[in-house]
Nanobody, 114 residues
Framework: QVQLVESGGGLVQAGGSLRLSCAAS????????MGWYRQAPGKQRELVAV???????SSADSVKGRFTISRDNAKKTVYLQMNSLKPEDTAVYLC????????WGQGTQVTVSS
């Protein structure tokens, strides 16, 4: 079983920055994918960015050039540096972990005011 603990959400003005962290613990494999999805009210959950343990990244076009995903494999932690935030980035951001099955964090709220 894998547990995910997220931190770093909050309220920020448009143009500001936030950094999210997600630490995994438990019996997960060292070969995995970690990253972030988000869900805004009334909308479907969508990919933000994920990164494999070998460094391959997939990210949404809407965040490219503004958000940067990174990870520390030794700490089993993934980070999301979010710059130039926009009101449309407002959502609950959910940490995602996949090895042989999917695991989700409880989510952290990111609110961007205009």
């Amino acid at each position: 079983q894998v547990q995910l603990v997220e931190s770093g959400g909050g309220l920020v003005q448009a143009g500001g920055s936030l950094r999210l962290s997600c630490a995994a613990s438990g019996s997960g494999s060292s070969i995995n994918t970690m990253g972030w999805y988000r869900q805004a009210p009334g909308k479907q959950r969508e990919l933000v960015a994920v990164m494999t343990s070998t460094g391959r990244i997939s990210s949404a076009d809407s965040v490219k050039g503004r958000f940067t995903i990174s990870r520390d494999n030794a700490k089993k932690t993934v980070y999301l540096q979010m710059n130039s935030l926009k009101p449309e980035d407002t959502a609950v951001y959910l940490c995602f972990y996949y090895d042989s099955s999917s695991h989700w964090g409880q989510g952290t709220q990111v609110t961007v005011s205009s």
